[in-house]
């Protein structure tokens, strides 16, 4: 985690808000009868590759892709690419 001292003063009073963070690991469509019969065990075929990178998002907008690791017994993302305006 980066240090906070490089953070000017007057942004000091929102880094303690909390973000909504998502990662994306692809999409689908399917119709209403198929999202019905899922049961434990279906599987689902996304529209990227096992190794394409993830998105992720904070509050539902795009800041960064990466690639997905295993930490423990727990996912996590280490990031790629930031996106930028």
Known sequence: MNSTSSVPPNL???LDIPMQ???EL??????MRQVLA????????????ADAPVD???????????QVV????????????????
């Open 12 to 14: 000091h009073l929102l």
């Open 21 to 23: 963070v998502s990662v």
């Open 26 to 31: 692809g999409t689908c469509q399917m119709p």
């Open 38 to 49: 899922l049961k434990p065990g279906s599987v689902i075929q996304l529209d990227r590759a």
């Open 56 to 66: 992720l998002y904070v509050n539902d907008k795009l800041v960064a892709r990466g």
């Open 70 to 85: 295993v930490l423990d017994d727990r996912f996590g993302i280490k990031v790629t690419e930031l996106i930028g305006k």
